[in-house]
């Protein structure tokens, strides 16, 4: 599925909800998907949970994502092809040759 496809599925599913809750309501529920992932890759990492289960809660922060991109007006796949589509932005190589220790 491409991201605006993504987009527009998430917007017919809860585009209705998602107007009503706002932005910071739904930045709220997108950083608890956030820390959903995060306790999952502990556990898969630790070999206690299914692969399906820590397949959904990378499907749910991209929803999360696609659904705050949605109420902000932000194309995904645009904004990622600018930023990602070729090269690092930050050393404006490939691979990345920036330091660990930098954020890109
Ligand atoms: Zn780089």
Redesign the pocket.
């Known amino acids: 599925m491409e991201l605006s496809a993504l987009q527009q599925r998430i917007k017919t599913l809860y585009g209705s909800k998602d107007s009503q809750r706002g932005v910071e309501g739904t930045f709220l529920w997108f950083t608890e998907e956030v820390g959903e992932l995060a306790a999952a890759l502990r556990e898969e990492g630790h070999g206690k949970l299914p692969r399906k289960e820590l397949e959904r809660e990378f499907a749910d922060v991209l929803a999360w994502l696609a659904t705050l991109a949605n109420l902000v007006g932000i194309d995904l796949g645009q904004a990622v092809m600018e930023k990602y589509g070729t090269?690092?932005?930050?050393?404006?190589?490939s691979?990345?040759?920036?330091a660990l220790t930098?954020k890109?």
Do not use: D, F, S, V
């Not at 090269?87 to 190589?93: L, S, V, W």
């Open positions: 090269n690092c932005p930050g050393c404006r190589k691979p990345c040759n920036c930098e890109p």
